[in-house]
Each structure stands twice: as C-alpha cells, then as structure tokens.
Nanobody, 123 residues
C-alpha cells in the first residue's frame, strides 16, 4: 500500500515562497511511479498543478503556475517537492500529493493520494 504524506503548507503573504514536500512509502515499486501535485479550493474544481516522471527527466506544469512553480523529486529519499514562488491569493488551496503511472497522473485519475496540506496566501 502506497502512502503519501505532505508537509510544508502554511500561511504566506502574496509574493512569498513555499516548498511543499511529499514523502512516499510502501512497495519498492513506488519509486517507479510518476508523482504530482493537485490542488483544490472551495471556489474551484480540483486541478493538476505539476507532475514528474519517475526518472525525473520529464515533467508537466500547469499554465496557471508556469514560471512560478517547479516540481522535483529525490528517488533515493522517496520524496517529491513543489517549489512555489511569487505566490498569489488565487494559489490558496489544499495541495495533494499523488502517485501512479504518468498517464493516470496527468489524466487526473491517480490511484494514490495524500491527505493534503493547506496553503493560504494573503494579499
């Protein structure tokens, strides 16, 4: 059973930066999964923010955060990170770490989800 635990969410002022982390545990196969971040706020539908292939050599970043957010992973530590810069109030959401095949992650249907971490950006 794959477990994902997010960390790093907190309150921050607009223009600030945060790094979210996600620790993955479970079968060794978790290292072969693509991983990613989704977010959801009360006013918006859930959306994919970023995804990264298990090799780390390919990734996707949503247009809404392109140029401000970056995703990376450390397979030796079973960690994935989301670097968030130039934060805006509209980035306020619960951020979820996910894992599965690349196809299912970018399609929005990953099997494995973390519990989420709250990011609040104030103006």
């Amino acid at each position: 059973q794959v477990q994902l635990v997010e960390s790093g969410g907190r309150w921050v002022q607009a223009g600030g930066s945060l790094i979210l982390g996600c620790a993955a545990s479970g079968p060794t196969s978790v290292r072969t999964y693509a991983m990613g971040w989704f977010r959801q706020s009360p006013a918006e539908e859930r959306e994919i923010v970023a995804a990264i292939r298990y090799t780390g050599s390919g990734w996707y970043v949503a247009d809404s955060v392109k140029g401000r957010f970056a995703i990376s992973r450390d397979n030796a530590q079973n960690m994935v990170y989301l670097q968030m810069n130039s934060l805006k109030p509209e980035d306020t959401a619960v951020y979820y770490c996910v894992a599965d095949s690349w196809t299912d992650v970018v399609a929005g249907i990953p099997r494995f989800w973390g519990q989420g971490t709250q990011v609040t950006v104030s103006s």
